[in-house]
């Protein structure tokens, strides 16, 4: 196995005298800024905090010796980050480019010590200058680059771009303020500013020389220049400068690593110095308060016409400049324009980047000056593209009016797209005009709309859903139309996720378990995880196991005592719902679950009752009133069940505050039921129930999204199966849904929907739930009610498998040792072979070697 990197210098003329074998000997010098050692690793620590920061240990504060230590990782990310850019330069190998508006990276100290299998070095350096390096990570400041799914995958697919040796770019936003910060007062959901940047980045590198000028409103002039073609000149009202800010994504022991390139928003001149003499102090700096908004925040609140216009500008932005950055990438090699998807395999991140698709077109026409069959035809071959959803009003669209404000050019090219495409499918489909209609890329209604996915399936050569079930039913609903036009189009590539942040890193106990029985390969091939399945029934290895997780559960119960004032008990089951507070997810069938158990032990304080921590997390859009209210039930609930001493701390309810990557890699280890509770049929895939399953947690869930995947991996006798299928909730919804039958004939639930409109759990304010109740008796579109019987049954099933300790550590064994699939790196190797056509391209670098420890 690959072990530390060690760069090193030579001095001639110096005799090794303890080893003298007559022959010239030299002594190895380890090179300051890329040295392994732990003295070199002091030292650059140590110099980092003089030189950098100009601190000396006297005044030096917690904060300045993280940077200190960040700069000294760094310094060992550079070399390779350095070869890689390179290789990829002088190289003809196709680039993957990957678009995406969210970045939900995570920390990135710890991370890139696991990739550099440096950690234990830099603990040892740290404690030898009296640090502590738990304590030093800990100080770090996520950056605040994602909300949720979308930006966890594509930092998990960056991690294995790189492990996996893959050429890669990822772009993206430098979000100034990242998803807001959560705090709970008074059970309610409170957003604070994420300025994440407040501290400085010392893993980014901004590149002040590479900008690009992306324009904004404005007219178009039209024109036939001297050889008779029809030209097109963008007048615009705002041009903004983006501005490349680079940071080193490395793979895990490997030389790669590729560039995750942000984009900052500023002003081509930041201020107007004939304003400011003329007395006009706020218009000299006006410019560049707009063109900085657009970078400012990541997505704004678009209930207003003016949060709208900005999100689509931040779209825009961001893919124009990535664009314009690939074309001078692949000029700068001396290739032609002709060529560029040759180059570049660019990939759609969902729809928010589909503005890419007339971008390209438009930087090929009118300042490349292709033909239009030319310029379409590179765009297909170029693009591909990611759906996220199936809820058909997650489907981007944007107003015709607003979109021409903005983008006057691209709407001019969009209906030039269509007049086109539908002249096709006019023929292909004629007399099924709903086809017709459906398939446009302009839709009608009250308002004219461009239709995003539309326009990134017909921009694209390949579409892929993120789950097997996924994939399947966009066939059948939201891209029905679209497969049955170009069927060869679709494939499914179900998501993953990285081994080496959500095992190595978040759970090294674990780690070490597994590792000492069946190597340390599986952090790079997860399918090795299934060496594990021989020692399931062993009972020495099962307590080692089940020891592992009660650690994690006492470092989590120290965590929400230290944090919340909540004392839970280790020893109860940990049954966890983190994630995205959704109607869809469902947060609240498990509070009405909490709810029916209190109320069996209300009614008999003696009875038998598996102890349980119920532990939730997740942010809601802060327009979102549902499930605001769902954040406020959750908090309410936990007040009452928290304190009554008829419970005897036998039922505890926590909401950890603040959802984000660094609380995640604390809540996952410790997790023994995870809660995938969604309506079937609504996620596309979920990444949080594989985290969680790899971490030995046993899943209660529905046939819904990658569910149906894990439990097809772990064996259904492993895996807690309740409601309705996607086929069955169809049916329901179809056969005239009536949430308030299963109301009324279910005594359990009607008796926990009335405690809660009687004010139970909300100091007998009636009217606090009201609508989140209401909702439910009335409409309940995601089959809550529905579901509710069957959910109680299987845990029932959940707790009496609990009491079975051997037996649920076999299970939680097996929940392991059979997610190889769910790696991101297979998910990678899958775009690669049939999307991409990309290959693996290992970095060299002659001024290191190889070393065993």
């Known amino acids: 196995m690959k072990k530390n990197i060690k760069n090193t210098e ?5 005799e090794d005298k303890s080893s003298y074998s007559g022959a010239h000997q030299y002594i190895e010098r380890e090179d300051s800024r890329t040295g392994l050692s732990v003295e070199t690793l002091k030292k650059a620590i140590s110099n980092n905090l003089f030189y950098v920061q100009a601190k000396y240990p006297e005044i030096a504060t ?50 890139n010590l696991i990739n550099l299998g440096i950690y234990n070095e830099v603990e040892q350096a740290c404690e030898e200058l009296g640090l502590n390096l738990d304590w030093l990570i800990e100080k770090e400041v996520e950056p605040g680059l994602g909300n949720g799914g979308l930006g966890r995958l594509a930092a998990c697919y960056m991690d294995s771009l790189a492990t996996l040796e893959v050429p890669a770019i990822g772009y993206g936003i430098r979000y100034q303020f990242g998803i807001f910060e959560q705090d709970i007062r008074d059970g309610w959901q409170v957003e604070d500013t994420d300025n994440w940047l407040r501290r400085g980045n010392p893993w980014e590198i901004a590149r002040r020389e590479l900008s690009y000028d992306v324009k904004l409103g404005g007219h178009i002039q039209h024109y036939i220049d001297r050889s008779g073609k029809f030209c097109s000149n963008w007048i615009p009202e705002l041009v903004v400068k983006g501005v490349a800010y680079d940071t080193p994504i490395l793979g895990y ?9 942000l984009w900052k928003s500023e002003a081509p001149h930041s201020f107007d110095f004939q304003s400011f003499n003329a007395g006009e102090y706020n218009n000299a700096v006006n410019q560049k308060i707009i063109c900085e908004n657009i970078s400012k925040v990541l997505y704004p609140n678009d209930e207003q016409r003016e949060g709208k216009i900005l999100r689509l500008q931040q779209q825009y932005f961001f893919v124009s400049c990535s664009l314009q950055d690939m074309i001078n990438i692949h000029l700068n090699q001396g290739e032609k324009i002709e060529d560029f998807d040759k180059k570049f395999a660019v990939q759609l991140n969902d729809t928010h980047p589909a503005i890419g698709v007339v971008e390209l077109m438009r930087l090929l026409m009118d300042e490349h000056l292709l033909d239009w069959d030319t310029a379409w035809n590179i765009t297909t071959k170029t693009f591909a593209y990611t759906n996220h959803t199936l809820l058909p009003e997650a489907l ?56 995003m996915a539309n326009l990134a399936c017909l921009g694209s050569h390949a579409i892929n859903g993120v789950a097997a079930l996924h994939s399947d039913l966009l066939k059948k609903t939201v891209l029905k139309d679209w497969y049955e036009l170009s069927p060869e189009k679709f494939s499914n590539k179900t998501n993953g996720v990285t081994p080496r942040r959500w095992m190595v890193l978040s759970n090294p106990k674990l780690t070490k378990l597994i590792s000492d029985k069946i190597g340390e390969g599986w952090i790079k091939d997860l399918e090795e995880l299934k060496g594990l399945e021989k020692y399931a029934d062993d009972p020495e290895f099962q307590q080692a196991w089940m020891k592992v997780k009660l650690d994690q559960k006492k470092t989590l119960a120290k965590k929400i005592q230290r944090r919340l004032g909540i004392k839970v008990d280790p020893e109860s089951m940990f049954d966890i719902q983190v994630k995205r507070i959704h109607e869809y997810k469902r947060q609240h069938l498990n509070v009405l679950h909490v709810i029916a158990l209190y109320n069996q032990i209300k009614k008999n304080p003696d009875m038998e009752v598996v102890p349980r921590t119920f532990i939730f997390a997740g942010k809601s859009a802060p327009g979102y009133r549902k499930a605001k209210l769902i954040i406020k039930l959750i908090n309410s609930v936990g007040e009452v069940v928290n304190n009554d001493p008829d419970i005897k701390g036998r039922l505890k309810v926590v909401f950890y505050p603040n959802y984000n990557v660094t609380n995640a890699q604390k809540i996952y280890p410790a997790a023994d039921l995870s809660e995938q509770i969604s309506t079937a049929g609504k996620e596309a895939s979920g990444t949080g129930n594989m985290k969680l399953s790899m971490n030995g947690a046993l899943t209660i869930g529905t046939l819904d999204g990658a569910n149906v995947e894990i439990r097809d991996c772990v064996g259904e006798e492993n895996f807690f199966l309740f409601g309705l299928t996607a086929d069955e909730v169809s049916k329901t919804k179809n056969e005239g849904y009536r949430p308030k039958h299963y109301y009324e004939s279910n005594p359990i639930l009607r008796e926990a929907i009335d405690q809660i409109n009687a004010g139970y759990f909300s100091h007998l304010d009636v009217n606090t739930f009201r609508e ?7 409409d309940d579109q995601y089959l809550l009610f529905a579901d509710f019987h069957s959910y109680l049954e299987a845990q029932e099933k959940v707790s009496e498998a609990f009491k079975h300790k051997e037996m649920w550590a076999k299970m939680s064994i097996l929940n392991t040792a059979r997610m190889g699939k769910f790696s991101s790196d297979r998910s990678i190797r899958e775009y690669c072979d049939e999307i991409w056509k990309v290959k693996s391209v290992p970095v060299e670098i002659d001024s290191i070697k190889i070393i065993e420890k």
């Open 253 to 261: 022991k490997v030389n790669t690593a590729n560039t995750l390139r």
């Open 396 to 451: 981007e669209t944007w107003d015709l009016e607003l979109f021409g404000s903005v983008l006057p050019r691209h709407l001019e090219l969009i209906y030039e797209i269509n007049r086109r495409f539908l002249d096709f499918v006019t023929i292909k489909f004629f007399g099924d005009n709903q086809k017709i209609s459906n398939l446009s890329l302009i839709g009608e209604g009250k308002k004219k709309h461009v239709r």
């Open 62 to 111: 917690r904060n300045d010796y993280y940077m200190a230590l960040a700069y000294a990782v760094r310094d060992r990310l550079l070399q390779r980050w350095v070869a890689s850019v390179k290789q990829y330069i002088q190289g003809k190998e196709r680039i993957v480019s990957y678009l995406s508006a969210e970045y939900l990276l995570g920390p990135h100290l710890a991370n």
């Open 10 to 14: 030579r001095e001639s003329g110096t």
């Open 772 to 778: 989140l109740t209401d909702s439910l008796m009335y």
